[in-house]
Every structure is written in structure tokens, then in C-alpha cells.
């Protein structure tokens, strides 16, 4: 039998951070928030932290060239992105093509949680890089 549908919801908010050695300890022991290990992506190290049923992810990068070391270069420290988990991310795909939502990935790929994911771009969606994960 196929799980119910959950809906979409934040699953996590990305934070390009200079260094997170030096943020870190903000999260973790000032705000309490537990550590979640997360494999390294895209040319980021990546720290994850629980915030309820979301996760905070801290992205320092790995190399100017990177997308977050690109960020960083531009616009500074700050929101990345928010990531969106669906129920049926090709699904959701299809209905932003049709919506001409301008897409980063044409096609899914595997992100730092181990799921699939694809970003839109912000020029479609109010300034915002939206990641989509599935559940």
C-alpha cells in the first residue's frame, strides 16, 4: 500500500556562511540545535542542524568557482535557498514546465541528503533559488 500523501513543506534552508567553524557554534550551542551529518555537495561543505522537522544547512565553500562560492563572491554570507519537499517531484516538474517556470535541472539528480532534488530558477520565483526534494 502506498504512503499517504505528506504535502509540501519546508524541508530545509540553505545558508552560504564564510566559514563553518566559525557559525557552527551559534547553531549548535548557543541555539541548541543537533547536529545531522549530511554528505558534502556541489562543491560545498556542508553542516546540517534540526530545526523541528526541518534541517538548517550551513554551506561554506569549497572552491570560488562553486555555486555557493560564486554566492558568497557576489552577494555575501546569507539565504541560499529554501528547499520544498513534494510528494511527486517529477510531477511537480512537469507542472512548472507547464507553468514555464524557469528550471536549473531539467531533470532531477541526487542531492546531499541522498534524495532526489531539482532547483528552479529565482528569476521565476520571486527572487527566491527554490530547491525541490522529494519526501
Known amino acids: ?27 549548535r550551542d548557543v541555539l541548541g540545535m543537533p547536529v545531522v551529518p549530511l554528505d558534502d ?23 570560488p568557482e562553486s555555486p555557493i562560492g560564486k554566492f558568497v563572491a557576489k552577494r555575501g554570507p546569507g539565504i541560499h535557498h529554501v528547499c520544498f519537499a513534494v510528494d511527486d517531484l517529477d510531477g511537480t516538474l512537469e507542472r512548472c514546465r507547464i507553468a514555464n517556470v524557469r528550471l536549473i535541472d531539467d531533470v532531477p539528480r541526487i542531492g546531499a541528503e541522498g534524495k532526489r532534488i531539482a532547483f528552479l530558477h529565482p528569476a521565476s520565483t520571486g527572487g527566491v533559488l527554490v530547491e525541490l526534494s522529494e519526501h
Not at 504535502?7 to 556562511?17: D, K, L, N, Q, W
Open 1 to 27: 500500500m502506498p504512503d499517504a500523501p505528506r504535502g509540501t513543506r519546508i524541508a530545509h534552508i540553505g545558508i552560504a556562511v564564510h566559514a563553518l567553524d566559525a557559525l557552527l557554534p551559534f547553531y
Open 41 to 63: 555537495a556541489d562543491g560545498a561543505r556542508i553542516a546540517g542542524l534540526a530545526a523541528g522537522d526541518s534541517l538548517v544547512e550551513l554551506l561554506e565553500t569549497g572552491s
